[in-house]
């Protein structure tokens, strides 16, 4: 394999997605002395269009500085590739003589590359390396960019709990997550005690009731004197809508090309202020969605979370000269490791935080929930516990 590979990056960026790139792309070039390595711009769409950067004239001192920034330096794309944007994709990596395909990206990434496998019938290698903030890949522990996302989290709850300490009253934080609630999860990493927030936790895993959010709350100011809560964007009601189309007028809400509801950007803080207003009526409340802040943050890149993305990039091309699969970061026990799956293990499923991470019937994280946030996102900051 000394010929030509295209790297792409696709989905949300995050805080470490440009080390996988910048980590598959110097292998290429230590293992495959004088292969040409294209980096598809705007993800498959710069397959479609012919429009790459030629990574292999670029020296290795100005791709280790953009390995370790934030967002995808190639820039990405949403596109949710079918059968036929495939075909246009295939015959595009074929006019660029590419050998091999090195996507990066998540569940829709790997299912543009399981379609890809099967159309091209072994004439060409198709790897997916992984990320997402979400968390939500199948076979995988963890996934590069979620340690950073969720330090940020964990820092930003950690804060706001120091704040309402001193000011008491009730604030919502909205996090990234559709379907998986790790993320959110991470808000409770680095409690000081029981009595530090996030008091409550909701996410995708368990059904969402307006009703029974005001009575956690106000039972939690009963018993702290503040509530601190942590909520997916993706929370759903009982009927299976998410949270949003249930407290947002219909002519309101926003849908993706994909016809999925956004859920950033959306009037859901505006109308779980209103909720609470309505609710508890009287108390200070605050609703604020985290946004697009957690996943690229130049200040909470985690260097273990760096160095797991670059290796995974440096993996994926051992996984390519095998013919394809995907990229896993598996714990051993002791360790991650890296392995390779079929692409069918991973393509377009979703992974959900295990039941056994909440509490049953109360909102909050178990022992083995925050024995696992604990091995990835350590605490980093050393405060003191407040008087009040």
Avoid at 177 to 196: E, I, K, M
Avoid at 223 to 244: P, Q
Avoid at 285 to 303: E, F, K, Q
């Amino acid at each position: 394999m000394s010929g030509t590979f295209v790297i792409a990056q696709g989905g949300g960026p995050t805080a470490v997605i440009n080390q996988t790139m910048v980590g598959a792309a110097l292998e290429i070039r230590k293992r495959h002395p004088g292969a040409k390595v294209l980096g598809s711009i705007h993800g498959v769409r710069g397959i479609r269009d012919g429009n790459y950067v030629d990574l292999s004239a670029i020296p290795e001192d100005r791709l280790r500085l953009i390995a370790a920034t934030p967002s995808a330096a190639l820039g990405s794309t949403r596109d949710k590739p079918d059968d036929a944007y495939c075909e246009i994709i295939l015959n595009g990596l074929k006019k660029a003589g590419a050998d091999a395909f090195i996507y990066i990206g998540g569940n829709d990434t790997s299912g543009t590359q399981q379609i890809l496998t099967d159309a091209a019938g072994g004439k060409m290698a198709f790897v997916h390396a992984p990320k997402t903030i979400d968390n939500d890949l199948e076979e995988n522990d963890h996934t590069p960019g979620f340690i950073s996302a969720a330090e940020f989290v964990a820092g930003a709850f950690l804060s706001v709990d120091l704040d309402f300490r001193a000011l008491p009253g009730i604030y919502v934080g909205i996090v990234m997550g559709r379907h998986a609630g790790f993320l959110t999860a991470a808000a409770a990493a680095w409690q000081l005690d029981p009595d530090s927030g996030p008091h409550l936790v909701y996410v995708p895993e368990r059904p969402f009731s307006a009703a029974a959010f005001i009575d956690d709350v106000r039972a939690t100011l009963d018993r702290h004197k503040r509530c601190i809560v942590a909520v997916s964007e993706g929370v759903s009601t009982a009927d299976g809508k998410a949270l949003v189309e249930s407290l947002v007028p219909p002519e309101k809400l926003e849908r993706d090309a994909h016809g999925n509801v956004k859920l950033s950007g959306s009037d859901l803080p505006a109308a779980l202020e209103r909720a609470l207003a309505e609710g508890l009526p009287g108390k200070r409340a605050r609703v604020d969605a985290l946004g697009y802040m957690p996943r690229g943050y130049v200040g909470a890149i985690n260097a273990v979370d760096a160095q797991e993305a670059f290796d995974a990039g440096v993996f994926a091309v051992a996984v390519a000269e095998q013919g394809g699969g995907s990229v896993a970061l598996q714990f051993d026990g002791k360790k991650t490791v890296l392995n390779k799956v079929p692409l069918k293990n991973v393509a377009g499923k979703t992974r959900h935080m295990p039941d056994d991470f909440m509490l049953p019937d109360i909102n909050q994280l178990s022992d083995a929930g925050m024995a696992y946030l604990k091995r990835l996102v350590p605490e980093k900051y050393k405060v003191g516990k407040p008087f009040v």
